[in-house]
């Protein structure tokens, strides 16, 4: 009987142990899941304040000057696209580089995007 006993702890520790071990594997996956995305999305409201502090800046040191001057012709518009998207990456970190690269393939064209939808808000308040 003493011997039965001691096979059926075995096996219920082993069992135990086991998933034990699964749970740990799968609360793991879950923690790992939660942190990516909270750092994808800090990435995201990160790359949204950078562009649009990128644009400001970028409207208030060289467009609006050049508005009043009336010489904000083409050229200058695409300067001041490239101006915006310098500042812009120059305010992201590596990290958060990398995150919406992971998010969203390429990073430029997601900028792109940011920049441009910015712009078109700041026109939308000034009118």
Known sequence: MTEILNIALSVLGA??????????????????????????????????????????????????????????DAAAQKNAFEKAKATALSMLSESAKKALTEMYGDLNAYLDVEIESAVRADKAKAA
């Not at 942190?35 to 644009?55: D, F, L, M, N």
Request: charged share 25%; net charge positive.
């Open 15 to 72: 069992l135990v142990t086991a998933a034990v071990t699964a749970l740990s594997k799968v609360l793991i996956g879950l923690i790992k899941e939660k942190i990516g995305g909270e750092k994808a999305k800090r990435a995201a409201e990160a790359a949204v304040k950078a562009v649009s502090a990128s644009v400001a800046a970028t409207a208030q040191t060289y467009v609006d000057e050049l508005k009043k001057s009336g010489s904000f």
